[in-house]
């Protein structure tokens, strides 16, 4: 990252003041610059990049900020390096927004500037689902699709996810490319804002109806669901997407007592209920559960803004309702469609199964009992949908997800998908209870059968630019000093992604890792535990991951074993000062 000094980003705001920019931005930028040298220097100190998630930042005027100017090169940019890809005819994308402040407002530039690029643009008449847009793009055979969110960040900020024509998030060598031509864009006259109407076709109803018909395929029960379809189920969008299409792919599904949270699933972008729109946050679904306890449901599901995360509550052996981690849900989630595949006979040999390199190791040990092929891939869906891409038509991939929530069953989508995930949650449900079990007891079972996988995540953010120099600072330390015992365990294995190697400590080897660099460091120590380091590539954070396992005799020892686990966690956290 090149730095600026204070002179140069005043140089680059003054810009800012020129009569191509509007009167709401003049005067904001104008304020910084008389008063607030820090929030100047945060504005424009860079120039907002496609991360692991795109582009994402707080809303309000500056070239790292999230506003049409820099929404407005980014599309310019991408329109730029579609038709040098395609051609300049038959271009055609799709757009998708979410509930957030500005959402539409940043989903009608960018369909008006598509247009004026002369291409033909789907723009989804409200808010949808992020895994709709990856639908759609395909479904219209479209060569590219944005969908504008900033998933489950605070009600600052706002984002663009830009996807390309298998549906998947760019990447390589995509990515960087769309960058540099964004780059080349030395001016916001530069962008055609004046959009073309007629080149703008809105979609809707016949949309959501050809995607939840791709949804209800993913059913492997149904026979299940029609003998318990009266489970009782709340379900809350957190005033998200998800209320477009969540409840009716569950009744599609065949589920029938689908209970909502009225408060939350009114559309609003300042999210009045919650500290945070995010599944992963126990606050987020306190009403969900405080309805479920009132009305005897079984099950709680929750979406994020743009429903592609999924969170889940359950009830525990004392009746208590507990809420999943996405680990847990993924492990479940994977075990149902292998177990089932194998119970239905569903299996020809060539199907696999995706994970990245921070989700829990035992979905590993469930896909070798099943001999299914497992892949592990970096952080974010987008590498999910590159793996799909290349080995279609060899190979069959049928479920993944990652520790953060998201899951995707199926290929019809190439981006995490909670639509489905709710769905497929409930059948889980449903199956468990023909058996006489919970979807809590079916975790545990799965724990005894394979062994109990304990994960913990550890943010540390760091905001502004000072932030980011912090963390690169910290992942420095961590490659040029690496720890040599961690809670008193030997390292016995580095895995490096940024430079690409896996060194054996023990053995003296080191070996390639065959995928593209990454800024990640994993530690492996010999009692089992692993800890991965990496930051954020869409929040000012650095993450810490945490695993460690054990064996469960039964499930009536899963709590005193719990407790064991949670310790060895906390040992590593203050070993590492942490904490």
């Not at 780059?183 to 109407?197: A, D, P, Q, T, Y």
């Not at 939350?264 to 306190?286: M, R, Y």
């Not at 996405?326 to 994970?355: D, F, H």
């Not at 058996?435 to 953010?461: A, M, P, Q, R, T």
Request: hydrophobic share 35%; aromatic share 10%; with cysteine.
């Amino acid at each position: 990252m090149i730095m600026l000094s204070i002179d140069e980003i005043r140089k680059k705001a003054i810009s800012w003041l020129n009569k191509e920019f509007n009167e709401e931005t003049r005067k904001e930028v104008q304020y910084m610059l008389d008063n607030d040298e820090k929030r100047l220097i945060d504005a424009f100190y860079q120039d907002l990049e496609f991360g692991t998630g795109g582009l994402r930042g707080i809303m309000g005027a500056g070239t790292n900020r999230m506003n049409i100017y820099t929404l407005g090169m980014a599309t310019q940019g991408l329109a730029n390096y579609i038709i040098k890809q395609c051609g300049n005819s038959g271009i055609k994308v799709a757009i998708a927004h979410d509930c957030r402040n500005n959402s539409r407002y940043f989903a009608e530039t960018t369909a008006n500037i598509f247009s004026a690029n002369g291409f033909e643009v789907y723009l989804f008449e409200s808010l949808r689902p992020t895994p709709e847009l990856s639908f759609a793009i395909r479904h219209y055979k479209c060569n590219s699709g944005v969908v504008i969110t900033a998933s489950h960040n605070p009600p600052e900020y706002n984002g663009y996810k830009a996807y390309w024509n298998d549906g998947g998030q760019v990447v390589a060598p995509h990515d960087t490319a769309i960058i540099d031509e964004v780059r080349k864009i030395k001016s916001v006259n530069e962008i055609k804002f004046n959009g073309k109407k007629e080149n703008i076709k809105i979609i809707g109803k016949e949309t959501d109806d050809l995607f939840l018909k791709e949804v209800t395929k993913m059913s492997l029960n149904p026979e299940v669901i029609n003998k318990y379809s009266d489970i009782a189920i709340v379900y809350t969008p957190i005033h998200g997407t998800g209320i477009k299409m969540v409840p009716p792919a569950l009744k599609q599904f065949g589920f029938k007592n689908i209970i909502s949270v009225p408060e939350q699933d009114i559309i609003d972008g300042n999210f009045p209920t919650v500290k945070s729109p995010n599944p992963e946050e126990p606050d987020a679904l306190k009403m969900a559960i405080n309805k479920a306890e009132e009305s005897g449901a079984e099950l709680v599901m929750a979406t994020d803004p743009d429903a592609d995360r999924l969170g889940l509550a359950v009830k525990n052996k004392k009746r208590e309702f507990i809420l999943l981690n996405g680990n847990q849900t993924g492990v479940i989630l994977i075990w149902y469609i292998l177990s089932q595949y194998k119970e239905r006979n569903m299996y020809k040999g060539n199907e696999y199964i995706i994970k990245t390199i921070v989700t829990t190791d035992l979905i590993e040990k469930i896909a070798e009992y099943y001999n299914v092929e497992y892949v592990n891939v970096l952080t974010g869906f987008k590498f999910f949908a590159e793996y799909i891409r290349e080995n279609e038509g060899n190979k069959k991939y049928i479920g993944g997800g990652e520790e953060s929530y998201g899951f995707l069953p199926g290929d019809y989508v190439r981006d995490k998908d909670a639509v489905a995930s709710c769905s497929l949650a409930a059948e889980a449900t449903a199956w468990a209870k023909s058996k006489g079990k919970s979807l809590y007891d079916l975790l545990l079972d799965i724990y005894v059968e394979y062994g109990f996988y304990k994960e913990k995540l550890v943010n540390i953010v760091r905001k502004g630019k000072e932030g980011a120099d912090e963390i690169k600072a910290m992942m420095t330390e961590y490659r040029n000093n690496p720890p040599l015992k961690i809670n008193n365990s030997r390292v016995v294995r580095i895995n490096d992604y940024e430079n690409q190697f896996s060194l054996d400590i023990v053995k003296k080897i080191k070996t390639g890792i065959n995928l593209i660099k990454s800024d990640v460091l994993q530690f492996f120590l010999e009692d089992g535990s692993k800890i991965s380091v990496r930051p954020s590539g869409t929040e000012p954070k650095i993450k810490f991951y945490f695993s460690v396992n054990t064996k469960l005799s039964s499930s009536d020892k899963f709590s005193e074993t719990e407790k064991i686990l949670d310790n060895r966690i906390n040992d590593i956290i203050k070993d590492l000062k942490l904490s």
